[in-house]
Structures are given as structure tokens and as C-alpha cells.
Nanobody, 126 residues
């Protein structure tokens, strides 16, 4: 599975961005999809995850209420809607796909994800 993340950019604090993650012609319904981020000089941090059927989501406390993870109806693209962005949200954002329990396991553990895309950079200015 090859994942392609896009949608990053430069935005002022309080602004919004939408990140997208598309597979190589693959439907994600059998995969848990997650977003992670890595800020400069920091380790990888879980952001959000969605179950394969879209029926359950999980968020890091730092983004809860501001970010929303979703999938399109065909299950081919996963989105991360980011609102009320803060300078501390500045990071490279990565999407990932996991096959645990055929996509029914919603998890924040990076070890539970089997495929990773390249990062898309998000910079939030104060």
C-alpha cells in the first residue's frame, strides 16, 4: 500500500487546513487509518485515527475538539480537518494504514500501523 499525504502549508494561528491521504488506487475500508505528526526536534506523536468502516474515531487530547478525521464515501481518501490551529501544531504530518483486526482496531500505537506515507508539512505562524 502506498500512501500519499497532501494539503500541508503555511497558515496563521486560528486558521484551518485540510490534509488528505490517498492510497495507490486502494480502498481503505479494511484498514484503520491514522494521522501522526513529528514536530522539529521531537518524536512522532499520534494525532487521530478512524476505524475501517468509519464508525469509530480516536483523537489525541491536544487536538480534540479542533481536528476531525473522516473518510470519503468510497473509502479511498482519508482527511484530517484542522481548525483553530496553534503554533504548537507545526509539524510534519504523516498518514498511516493498519490491518489489525481487518481495520476494526482503532489505535494510537504507531506499531499497529503497517504502511506509512511521506509527510506533509504544516506550519502555523503566531
Amino acid at each position: 500500500v502506498q500512501l500519499q499525504a497532501s494539503g500541508g502549508g503555511l497558515v496563521q494561528a486560528g486558521g484551518s487546513l485540510r490534509l488528505s491521504c490517498a492510497g495507490s488506487g486502494r480502498n481503505f475500508n479494511g484498514y484503520t487509518m491514522g494521522w501522526f505528526r513529528r514536530a522539529p526536534g521531537m518524536g512522532r506523536e499520534f494525532v487521530a485515527a478512524i476505524r475501517g468502516d468509519g464508525g469509530e474515531t480516536l483523537y489525541a487530547d491536544s487536538v480534540k475538539g479542533r481536528f476531525t478525521i473522516s473518510k470519503d464515501n468510497d473509502g479511498n481518501t482519508v482527511y484530517l480537518h484542522m481548525n483553530s490551529l496553534k503554533p504548537e501544531d507545526t509539524a510534519d504530518y504523516y498518514c498511516a494504514a493498519g490491518r489489525r483486526l481487518s481495520g476494526r482496531l482503532v489505535t494510537s500505537r504507531s506499531d499497529d500501523y503497517d504502511f506509512w506515507g511521506q509527510g506533509t508539512q504544516v506550519t502555523v505562524s503566531s
